[in-house]
């Protein structure tokens, strides 16, 4: 009976699948040759599988064809681009912030940034007159303050000392604006010998015009530097052995130009130290310190700071000459503080 239904099996397999004895030769093929082996080792029978009928190859082809073709379900499309923007967003959401870029600097940081000397920097010095040790002086940065509306630095120049026929008591402090160098206010009390006599300026730059002691405005010049801002105003320009500068600075118009002349270059030993020197002659065509009748003669760093270390100057009466003894240095200026500063 087994067999019957083998038989008939195998029958029904030929009908569905006719081929011709090439194509049953090619399509089904037993490896009845087995290989060589040692004694005591199986040999195994490999078997090929017989290829799908071209029918079926064919339509299966046609209907991953189709499958790839067909147009999708609208909503499940929605459903998709929905789930990949959210993904999207919550990958955004985690990463970090960017942070914003620094703000640029203002024409004020950068003037300050610019500036030879700190706030804060002390300079003090041994005062003599001839040999003698009479007194001392100050060359001092007061800070950052604000004059109608400016951002101005506070610097002050004070000489004391003398013998008893001549004595010096110099008070200068001026007010400036440090993106332009130029003075907005500056108050003198000067006692030299029998001269005395205190000033108080306000100057109007953008006008060219200044108020001495409350009184009507007088003109100027533009960009005026007094006798204390002119010293800090050295310590920032240029210095180059041999040349002359000549500026119409001088707040006083009919005593400019003001000349500077760059004479040699010295290694000095005073008692903060020994150092390498630039030395400049100004001369001003005023009496007094830089006078035109006398002769001053200025030792400033060879250097970034351009610190005043040594000044020579002739008077009547004898020579006035101060030694640096002490140098407290300054700390950063705060761009801050000067946006707030009273005026005064």
């Known amino acids: 009976m087994l067999f019957l239904v083998a038989i008939a099996t195998a029958s029904c ?12 030769s090619a399509g089904s093929t037993t490896a009845a040759v087995s290989p060589r082996t040692s004694p005591g080792v199986s040999s195994a029978t490999t078997t090929t599988k017989p290829a799908p009928p071209r029918g079926i190859i064919a339509r299966s082809s046609s209907t991953a064809k189709a499958a790839a073709t067909a147009p999708r379900d609208s909503a499940v499309v929605k459903r998709e681009s929905s789930t990949v923007a959210a993904s999207t967003a919550a990958t955004v959401a985690k990463a970090p912030a960017m942070p914003p870029p620094p703000p640029e600097p203002s024409a004020l940081a950068i003037a300050l940034a610019h500036l030879p000397f700190a706030n804060g920097e002390r300079l003090e010095y041994q005062v003599k007159y001839g040999f003698l040790g009479v007194g001392n002086a100050t060359l001092e940065v007061l800070g950052l303050d604000g004059i109608r509306g400016a951002p101005a630095v506070h610097v002050s120049f004070v000489v004391k000392g003398g013998i008893r026929i001549y004595r010096v008591n110099d008070s200068y402090e001026s007010w400036f604006d440090p993106r332009s160098f130029s003075t907005l206010r500056a108050v003198q009390n000067i006692d030299e010998g029998k001269y005395d006599r205190q000033r108080d300026f306000e100057f109007f730059p953008n006008r060219t015009m200044l108020s001495e002691n409350g009184k009507p405005e007088t003109p100027t010049v533009a960009d005026p530097l007094d006798e204390a801002s002119f010293l800090f105003f050295l310590r920032s320009i240029p210095l180059e052995v041999g040349k002359t500068y000549e500026f119409a600075r001088y707040f006083r118009p009919e005593k400019n130009p003001v000349r500077v002349i760059v004479e040699r270059k010295d290694t000095i030993k005073v ?71 009273p005026a005064r």
């Open 13 to 24: 397999r030929n009908r569905a699948q006719p081929q011709s004895n090439k194509e049953m």
């Open 271 to 341: 008692p903060a130290g020994k150092f390498n020197t630039i030395v400049v002659r100004p001369v001003i065509k005023t009496s007094g310190i830089f006078g035109e009748g006398g002769h001053a003669e200025i030792w400033f760093t060879d250097d970034s700071t351009r610190t005043l270390v040594q000044l020579k100057s002739s008077l009547k009466f004898g020579s006035l000459n101060l030694y640096l003894r002490n140098r407290r240095a300054g700390t950063p200026w705060d761009t801050a503080a000067a946006s707030v500063a």
